[in-house]
């Protein structure tokens, strides 16, 4: 039985045990784990360039093993998180151990990814070991660097941009893809012993951790959710001009994760910034709707304009 076939009843960590394997198959569990487990991902892969899918994936397995490691896995989650650093390590100076790594560190070989918005990655899981609140909002964005904006670095890499200019713009939107995951998901964060909402935000608006641990859904909460609502629409608005210096498919997915994180705002608002009793999220009618707006050429600031009609 081969690596992959086991793999389907496998965990990503007890794949560092199931030994080795070829770089095509360490390729197919990447892209098996992206469709498996990103509900999104089926958009993204047939919109993707055929030779760029793989690459994506292991960036994609990467990512989702560091969260999973963070959230997820049982036992001292810290020390887990050293020793997969410690493999992430060995792309760049011998041979990681972990399947996923095998592949990751072709693609680094091959887009020539430096490894600090890997490092990043990981001490932002690692902050969430040691931090379950954020006192000001530029705490939140220094998090955000880490969980959130190496992503969009990865993804330009890939698609042979390295200037600081794009990585600037693009950490605007992937800033604000994070804080609309982080106020979709209030209900959700606490559940897990975490808020995300800055605290000097809630004492500004005069809302409590205690009315927040019951579910309480007052004119306060409302005025502080449309207050982060609209930092996060501002940030999107900041990394709009992206999507004119890049060429090709790279743009389609840029203008589909702005459209799609700004709909998820819309959505936020649309239901009075309650987003603890009912978590907003889209339809399948309107993921594919997004989808056609960006395909017949729609610009990206009309269309933005447009969703506030």
């Not at 006192?135 to 220094?142: A, G, H, I, K, V």
């Not at 935000?201 to 609502?229: I, K, P, Q, S, W």
């Amino acid at each position: 039985m081969t690596l992959l076939a086991r793999s389907a009843a496998v965990s990503p960590l007890a794949l560092w045990e199931q030994g080795a394997c070829s770089l095509e198959e360490a390729y197919a569990l990447c892209i098996r784990l992206a469709r498996t487990h990103y509900e999104n991902f089926t958009v993204g892969s047939w919109l993707l360039p055929r030779d760029k899918l793989p690459h994506v994936c292991a960036l994609y397995a990467f990512c989702r093993t560091v969260d999973d490691l963070g959230d997820e896995a049982s036992g001292d989650r810290l020390a887990l998180l050293d020793a997969w650093e410690a493999d992430l390590r060995l792309c760049y100076t011998g041979t990681p151990r972990h399947p996923y790594l095998k592949a990751l560190q072709a693609t680094i070989r091959a887009f020539d990814i430096p490894i600090t918005p890997f490092l990043k990655l990981i001490e932002a899981n690692r902050l969430d070991q040691r931090h379950s609140r954020w006192p000001t909002y530029q705490d939140l964005l220094f998090y955000c660097d880490h969980s959130a904006n190496p992503v969009g670095h990865l993804f330009l890499y890939l698609f042979g941009y390295r200037d600081q200019e794009r990585q600037r713009l693009a950490d605007a939107t992937c800033t604000a893809l994070q804080l609309t995951n982080f106020w979709q998901d209030v209900r959700r964060d606490w559940e897990k012993g975490r808020v995300y909402i800055p605290m000097e935000d809630m004492a500004r608006f005069g809302y409590t951790e205690e009315e927040l641990a019951r579910g309480v859904v007052n004119d306060a909460f409302r005025r502080l959710m449309a207050f982060e609502v609209e930092r996060a629409r501002a940030l999107f608005r900041q990394g709009l001009p992206l999507v004119e210096k890049v060429e090709g498919r790279v743009r389609l997915d840029i203008t589909l994760f702005t459209l799609g994180g700004m709909s998820i705002l819309d959505a936020i608002e649309r239901q009075g910034y309650d987003t603890l009793t009912r978590r907003p999220t889209l339809s399948k009618g309107r993921k594919a709707w997004l989808v056609v707006k960006t395909f017949v050429g729609m610009k990206l600031p009309r269309a933005v304009q447009g969703q506030r009609r």
